[in-house]
């Protein structure tokens, strides 16, 4: 039976509410011909599910299954937070009422982790599950973890993965890999590929731009970003073309790549060591050349080493990101708050005055592995995991924000 979220007293944290309502109104300067309250919202934050001890929740995000009784199926991976990448099996939790209540967390059989038998554990991750309307399946797409021995991450191991899951029969298909090909555009390897924390695209006739990353030089780990055109059929996933291969020689390079379509246009925002990057582009493969992701006001925006991520509503593009400069330099690598503003299209360039928070920084990094969905023309959900400070706490929760929009979303059907 489904069940309500519990009181934040009853998981031994601080008494609080377990939700507040704060109306945010985020005027679309980009679209004149809208009204000035076209993209306001009214924000509502609540938890899912709590962790503890060694098996925290992370990696959390949520596809919408519609009809007569819309589902939305979350998945989650069991962590233990000890150490880096301590990803276990993973698991589902299910809400009838568009995330008000959610079922008990139940253990995805099929995508256990698992020992091989070279001796090495082997386990699906960063995984991001997205209702595919042409077959009627969720796809969860995302990136090999490989542990030597069962504890030592060996990141030759990396590849892009998939699952898939069937409504009507409410099962999941065993972890299955991409298949790419030998070599890029440049020659050279596909090398450690992965579609780990991205947010993909789904096109009319039902191919899928896939974002990727991989490594072309087996000297360095400095990642290429590219968009894969894919075909579904519902069973298998298959490689059809890619577009520009985007990479800056520096650290890791670019990487945990996202793609939106918006107004005739698709937006590839990158993350980097560094900073972050974003491009656009007409067919959603190819893309103009990147630049640095900035305020409007001509400043470097500060978000760095952290996926970013995009909402559309009516005529307004928005961006979830998180930075620096926002009282939170406890925090690992600045990962909250977790932000909201909107994106001039024109210009590639964040609207400082639109910017609101969605989660509130409590000592907790909720940056490394979040995502957005929307469950009908006037709620979109956003949902991430807690990661906190190492020792300040021995549980962590998947919170989930609702956006409740003043107008209608045009672009999103109801469920």
């Known amino acids: 039976m489904p069940f309500a979220a519990p009181h934040r007293a009853s998981l031994r944290a601080p008494v609080r ?23 306001a919202f009214e924000l509502e934050v609540s938890t899912v599910l709590t962790g503890r001890g060694t098996s925290f929740y992370t990696q959390s995000r949520a596809a919408l299954i519609p009809g007569p009784t819309p589902r939305l199926l979350l998945t989650t ?21 568009l995330g008000r209540t959610w079922t008990a967390p139940q253990r995805i059989e099929s995508l256990r982790r698992t020992r091989m ?13 997205q209702w595919h309307a042409a077959t009627g399946r969720v796809l969860a797409t995302g990136k090999t973890f490989g542990f030597l021995g069962g ?14 899951y069937t409504p009507a029969t409410r099962a999941w298909s065993e972890l299955r890999l991409l298949d790419l090909p030998a070599r890029d555009h440049a020659g050279r390897p596909f090398l450690e590929p992965n579609a780990g924390c991205h947010q993909r695209g789904d096109l009319p006739d039902g191919d899928i731009l896939l974002p990727i990353r991989y490594r072309k030089d087996p000297a360095v780990r400095h990642y290429t970003t590219i968009v894969a055109r894919c075909r579904f059929d519902g069973e298998k996933l298959s490689y059809v073309a890619h577009g520009s291969e985007f990479l800056i020689p520096r650290d890791r390079g670019l990487y945990e790549p996202s793609v939106v379509a918006f107004g005739g246009r698709y937006f590839l925002t990158m993350r980097a060591d560094h900073s972050a990057f974003v491009a656009r582009g007409r067919d959603g493969l190819n ?40 009282n939170n330099d406890h925090v690992m690598r600045h ?81």
């Not at 509410?17 to 993209?39: D, I």
């Not at 991976?77 to 009422?97: A, C, I, N, R």
């Not at 504890?151 to 898939?164: M, P």
């Open 287 to 326: 893309y103009e050349p990147f630049v640095e992701w900035r305020w409007d006001d001509g400043t470097v925006l500060g978000s760095y080493n952290t996926q970013q991520h995009w909402l559309v509503h009516n005529d307004t593009l928005f961006l979830l990101y998180t930075r620096r400069g926002a």
């Open 17 to 39: 509410p377990p939700a507040f309502l704060l109306t945010l109104a985020l005027a679309s300067l980009g679209a004149p011909a809208a009204p000035a309250a076209a993209s």
């Open 117 to 129: 038998p070279a001796g090495h554990d082997f386990v699906i991750g960063d995984v991001c599950p």
């Open 151 to 164: 504890t030592k991450e060996d990141r030759g191991f990396e590849r892009v993965s998939y699952a898939v």
């Open 77 to 97: 991976q069991e962590t233990d937070p000890t150490g880096s990448h301590g990803y276990k099996d993973m698991f589902s939790v299910e809400s009838t009422d």
């Open 335 to 415: 990962r909250a708050p977790l932000f909201i503003a909107e994106v001039d299209p024109e210009k590639l360039v964040v609207r400082r005055a639109t910017e609101r928070v969605l989660f509130k920084e409590e000592n907790a990094d909720l940056g490394a592995g979040f995502a957005v969905v929307d469950v009908s023309p006037r709620e979109t959900l956003v949902v991430t995991s807690e990661i906190p400070t190492r020792g300040s706490r021995d549980w962590n929760r998947i919170l989930l924000a609702r956006l409740t929009w003043s107008v209608p979303n045009r672009h999103v059907p109801s469920p």
